[in-house]
């Protein structure tokens, strides 16, 4: 009896959360306010709670422990690059602040080689800092960053290595690595070396061809031999298994491939976004309300953890997307974002002012297979919420 009664339960939860979740009568200009006025209140928050050193990464709810990481994390971009989209659309100079006294913290970072992040760390962050202030200092920190970048690249797979070689992998590169590629053809396109751009172009151009399966779903890793250039083997770190797409993973992939084409308009790279965006939004396991489980084949869905993250960063590629689609593409990717905007904007997955460690939304999931990061806020949440809402905002009202 209390099995069934749990199992109800839980289905009850399911059924909720797939609903749509719009504000009945709300336009998405009153949500998007709505938002980053709530934006600025957490993140007012989170500054109180954020140690000098480090940058806010997540929040357990349960042990009322605030989340942070050290500067050459992957991730210590994101909460001076959210504070920038907050202080453009809300003008509070304690938020200006703020996003100004975390950008000296992590500036080290435009020397760093250790990881292929540096697109993520710098440009998220120092990218928004000149786009809002025209501060020439940020620009050659950008450019440097790029420099430090471009040492990962390795000729003889024509691509950027990721991650170092470990007891894992010789010669990793993840789709993740797609996202770093936007500072290099900026630095390009903005007066720095072509040879940034040409090296994004040959790891797009690699990735398309190693890292896709033929339903345009995408691998987390392969792994390569340097000395040859031949794969060694496609595998998983963060999905449900080698095999299975992990949610995440497709985001990056949809972003990264829309982002190429605006760069190059290369109309491979524009093909290419538009099959994933196609696999994404007719998965027969993306739930009515868009948010995905954290992998598109994890077990025990419908019961499988939701991925916030994934989302956020699916409607901000999508609605880039839109303004390169014809007219009944652009009719889905558009409606498809609204959905998951609002899905994010509502009690479910938003926090409400004062929780969550000041964070935005709920219900991300880091890495499942390592217990890690595990239904909690994330920081890169909340930086493509806003950046999806502020597109929304600056594109289609």
Not at 190 to 218: C, L, M, Q, V, W
Request: glycine content about 4%; charged content about 20%; hydrophobic content about 40%.
């Amino acid at each position: 009896m209390i099995k069934n009664i749990l199992l109800l339960v839980a289905i009850l939860a399911v059924l909720r959360s797939n609903a749509q979740t719009s504000v009945p009568g709300q336009s998405m200009r009153e949500l998007i306010k709505e938002n980053f006025v709530l934006a600025d209140s957490q993140y007012r928050y989170m500054m109180s709670l954020t140690p000098a050193d480090q940058m806010p990464q997540s929040f357990e709810e349960k042990n009322n422990k605030f989340i942070a990481k050290e500067i050459t994390w992957w991730c210590s971009g994101f909460y001076p690059g959210t504070l920038w989209y907050i202080y453009e659309q809300t003008h509070d100079e304690a938020i200006k602040k703020e996003a100004e006294r975390s950008l000296q913290v992590i500036e080290p970072n435009q020397t760093y080689t250790g990881n292929h992040d540096l697109g993520f760390m710098m440009y998220c962050s120092f990218g928004n800092a000149y786009r809002i202030t025209n501060n020439e200092k940020y620009k050659d920190i950008i450019f440097r960053s790029a420099q430090s970048l471009s040492t990962r690249y390795r000729p003889s797979i024509k691509a950027i290595q990721s991650w170092n070689k470990n007891q894992y992998f010789n010669c990793p590169v993840i789709i993740d690595n797609m996202m770093n590629l936007e500072m290099l053809c900026w630095v390009s396109t903005n007066g720095g070396d072509k040879k940034y751009e040409d090296i994004a172009i040959a790891h797009a151009n690699t990735t398309i061809k190693n890292h896709f399966r033929p339903d345009y779903s995408s691998y987390h890793v392969v792994d390569y031999d340097l000395q040859t250039g031949m794969v060694i083997r496609k595998a998983t770190w963060q999905g449900a298994a080698n095999c299975s797409p992990w949610a995440r993973g497709q985001a990056w992939g949809l972003y990264g491939y829309t982002m190429m084409y605006r760069f190059t308009k290369n109309k491979m790279y524009l093909n290419q976004a538009k099959n994933i965006a196609k696999f994404i939004l007719h998965n027969p396991n993306l739930p009515a309300d868009k948010i995905p489980y954290w992998d598109f084949e994890a077990p025990l869905i419908p019961f499988a953890k939701r991925d916030a993250s994934a989302a956020a960063i699916i409607a901000s590629a999508l609605l880039e997307l839109c303004r390169y689609a014809n007219p009944v593409e652009k009719k889905e990717y558009l409606s498809a974002a609204e959905v998951i905007l609002r899905s994010l904007s509502n009690d479910t997955y938003r926090a409400k002012a004062g929780e969550n460690g000041g964070f935005i939304l709920k219900h991300s999931t880091g890495a499942y297979p390592f217990n890690s990061e595990i239904d909690v806020p994330l920081v890169y949440a909340d930086y493509y919420f806003l950046e999806a809402l502020k597109r929304y905002k600056d594109w289609y009202l």
